[in-house]
């Protein structure tokens, strides 16, 4: 789930305009200065007194000068993905900073103490940085602390200073080493975002009900067997990724988050679809991939809202019906199930399909296939394969062409082409039934098996003669020269410019 849902850890978007460092002036507030491949930051930026927000992300910058104290007025500055190892001290004098990122820099960790000295520092990235231990100093002096992102670290644990991060909202703590869920978090109790995925968790404390304002928490990809009933208490989570987990089930208490939006539970064996999930009618997404599922309730049909359902690699042997009453269902995923081997009618009319799937061939069973009213322009030639197929009603749609082997479909005895802009075959001929439809597919078939016999002779005859490859030979024609052959004893003859015309 973690990678479709969107999460909050990225930067917030870049001002639009863009201010080449020729046009700067004495009241340039921002700069943007990233992908230039710098290997130094520029001069003419340490002397904008003004500047408020500098972006040199993705250059190659190895330091950062001690001029850099120069600017006074710096609120953000974003220089991630450089090859910076160590922090100057001046960087420590820069009082008004507020945004800071330096991930995916070679950083020596002895030199970011440096930065506890920002205490008005609210945004603090140190992504990819290898960091195995966060400095005590950092937690101790920086009180204004909105977001901490620490993702792809080495991290075993925080600094029990953690608990000073009192206006702490946002938490990155994804792709570290804990295997056990930092206890001083639940004292945090304005934090919103909590992201552990990827870790080595087996247990999340009961004291996570503590967390009142928690919105998003995310801990795939861990070991955890159960999820604490106090969960329930955190009435303000709208999002909750569990996927990838030990679970066999969820705790009813969750029943209680009536603002749930988004939730994953992929990778768990639950084998239902727990109870609870179906009172959640404000759900958006819904990940349920390799659950062990075998049927849906019948409640589920009141998730009305739902945007996106991942059902894929479980063991559906039958279409669900209640997804028929999803109605702003935008994407289902049902890959990877047992879904066809048996069905025998699928009626799909009076939507807005524009093409049906290649796995209908897969569907051994399948006799009554309704499309009527939908937008499709082509059927899918592995359609050819449902060789049980008895009824297909095709009425109202776009279709110009039918699949050139469909009359391989022996036992098919209806075929409804009404209402359709019909070119092969044409329009007159499908009226006429599907004895004159199949007659036409063969002749035309037949058609283009004597083209292709007449193109292979003509081929071998120019071969034999001598008169070039194949390939040149139409290579010739498409320019309108005339043939090897119109050319002997003849010399060439000097076009004259007819009279009016301009040479």
Same mark, same amino acid.
């Given at each position: 789930?973690?990678?479709?849902?969107?999460?909050?850890?990225?930067?917030?978007?870049?001002?639009?305009?863009?201010?080449?460092?020729?046009?700067?002036?004495?009241?340039?507030?921002?700069?943007?200065?990233?992908?230039?491949?710098?290997?130094?930051?520029?001069?003419?930026?340490?002397?904008?007194?003004?500047?408020?927000?500098?972006?040199?992300?993705?250059?190659?910058?190895?330091? *950062?000068?001690?001029?850099?104290?120069?600017?006074?007025?710096?609120?953000?500055?974003?220089?991630?993905?450089?090859?910076?190892?160590?922090? $100057?001290?001046?960087?420590?004098?820069?009082?008004?900073?507020?945004?800071?990122?330096?991930?995916?820099?070679?950083?020596?960790?002895? #030199?970011?103490?440096?930065?506890?000295?920002?205490?008005?520092? @609210?945004?603090?990235?140190?992504?990819?940085?290898?960091?195995?231990?966060?400095?005590?100093? *950092?937690?101790?002096?920086?009180?204004?602390?909105?977001?901490?992102?620490?993702?792809?670290?080495?991290?075993?644990?925080?600094?029990?200073? =953690?608990?000073?991060?009192?206006?702490?909202?946002?938490?990155?703590?994804?792709?570290?080493?804990?295997?056990?869920?930092?206890?001083?978090?639940?004292?945090?109790?304005?934090?919103?975002?909590?992201?552990?995925?990827?870790?080595? /968790?087996?247990? *999340?404390?009961?004291?996570?009900?503590?967390?009142?304002?928690? $919105?998003?928490?995310?801990?795939?990809?861990?070991? /955890?067997?159960?999820?604490?009933?106090?969960?329930?208490? $955190?009435?303000?989570?709208?999002?909750?990724?569990?996927?990838?987990?030990?679970?066999?089930?969820?705790?009813?208490?969750?029943?209680?988050?009536?603002?749930?939006?988004?939730?994953?539970? #992929?990778?768990?064996?639950?084998?239902?679809?727990?109870?609870?999930?179906?009172?959640?009618?404000?759900?958006?997404?819904?990940?349920?991939?390799?659950?062990?599922?075998?049927?849906?309730?019948?409640?589920?049909? @009141?998730?009305?809202?739902?945007?996106?359902?991942?059902?894929?690699?479980?063991?559906?042997?039958?279409?669900?019906?209640? *997804?028929?009453?999803?109605?702003?269902?935008?994407?289902?995923?049902?890959?990877?199930?047992?879904?066809?081997?048996?069905?025998?009618?699928?009626? =799909?009319?009076?939507?807005?399909?524009? $093409?049906?799937?290649? #796995?209908?061939? #897969?569907?051994?069973?399948?006799?009554?296939?309704?499309?009527?009213?939908?937008? /499709?322009?082509?059927?899918?030639?592995?359609?050819?394969?449902?060789?049980? /197929?008895?009824?297909?009603?095709?009425?109202?749609?776009?279709?110009?062409?039918?699949?050139?082997?469909?009359?391989?479909?022996?036992?098919?005895?209806?075929?409804?082409?009404?209402?359709?802009?019909?070119?092969?075959?044409?329009?007159?001929?499908?009226?006429?039934?599907?004895?004159?439809?199949?007659?036409?597919?063969?002749?035309?078939?037949?058609?283009?098996?004597?083209?292709?016999?007449?193109?292979?002779?003509?081929?071998?005859?120019?071969? @034999?003669?001598?008169?070039?490859?194949?390939?040149?030979?139409?290579?010739?024609?498409?320019?309108?020269?005339?043939?090897?052959?119109?050319?002997?004893?003849?010399?060439?003859?000097?076009?004259?410019?007819?009279?009016?015309?301009?040479?």
């Amino acid at each position: 789930m973690s990678k479709h849902i969107l999460k909050s850890e990225e930067h917030s978007s870049k001002l639009p305009q863009r201010h080449d460092l020729q046009q700067a002036n004495d009241r340039t507030f921002f700069i943007d200065a990233a992908n230039r491949n710098l290997i130094a930051i520029p001069p003419e930026i340490l002397a904008l007194k003004d500047l408020e927000e500098v972006h040199l992300e993705n250059n190659l910058i190895e330091e *950062i000068p001690k001029n850099i104290q120069r600017l006074k007025n710096i609120k953000i500055l974003y220089l991630n993905k450089n090859n910076l190892e160590c922090l $100057c001290p001046e960087l420590g004098n820069l009082g008004t900073l507020e945004g800071l990122d330096l991930s995916h820099n070679p950083l020596l960790a002895s #030199s970011l103490p440096v930065i506890s000295y920002l205490q008005k520092l @609210r945004e603090l990235r140190l992504y990819h940085i290898n960091l195995r231990e966060l400095p005590a100093v *950092i937690c101790k002096r920086l009180h204004h602390l909105e977001l901490l992102g620490l993702t792809g670290n080495h991290l075993e644990s925080l600094p029990k200073e =953690i608990v000073n991060h009192t206006k702490l909202r946002e938490i990155y703590l994804k792709q570290n080493q804990f295997q056990v869920f930092p206890q001083e978090l639940c004292v945090l109790y304005n934090l919103e975002i909590i992201d552990l995925d990827e870790n080595k /968790l087996s247990a *999340i404390p009961e004291e996570i009900g503590n967390l009142t304002r928690l $919105c998003k928490f995310y801990v795939a990809y861990n070991n /955890l067997p159960v999820v604490p009933d106090s969960l329930g208490q $955190c009435g303000k989570m709208s999002v909750l990724d569990v996927s990838h987990n030990l679970l066999q089930s969820i705790p009813h208490t969750l029943g209680q988050l009536t603002e749930m939006t988004e939730i994953g539970l #992929s990778g768990n064996y639950l084998e239902k679809v727990p109870r609870l999930i179906c009172k959640w009618t404000s759900l958006h997404l819904l990940y349920l991939q390799d659950t062990g599922l075998r049927s849906l309730r019948n409640s589920f049909k @009141r998730l009305v809202n739902l945007h996106f359902l991942d059902l894929s690699q479980n063991h559906l042997e039958h279409f669900p019906p209640q *997804i028929c009453m999803l109605k702003n269902l935008e994407i289902l995923a049902l890959d990877d199930n047992k879904i066809g081997q048996n069905l025998k009618e699928l009626y =799909i009319e009076n939507n807005y399909l524009e $093409c049906l799937p290649a #796995s209908l061939g #897969s569907m051994p069973n399948l006799e009554v296939l309704l499309c009527q009213h939908n937008l /499709l322009r082509k059927l899918p030639d592995t359609i050819c394969q449902a060789q049980a /197929l008895k009824e297909l009603w095709l009425d109202d749609n776009l279709l110009t062409h039918l699949p050139e082997n469909l009359d391989s479909l022996v036992n098919l005895k209806v075929l409804s082409l009404k209402d359709n802009p019909m070119e092969e075959p044409p329009i007159d001929m499908c009226a006429k039934g599907i004895e004159a439809i199949w007659s036409y597919l063969k002749e035309s078939r037949n058609r283009k098996r004597m083209a292709i016999k007449i193109q292979a002779w003509w081929r071998g005859t120019m071969v @034999r003669k001598g008169l070039g490859r194949f390939g040149d030979l139409t290579k010739t024609r498409k320019k309108g020269k005339t043939s090897p052959k119109d050319k002997k004893g003849k010399k060439d003859a000097k076009a004259k410019p007819e009279k009016g015309n301009k040479k």
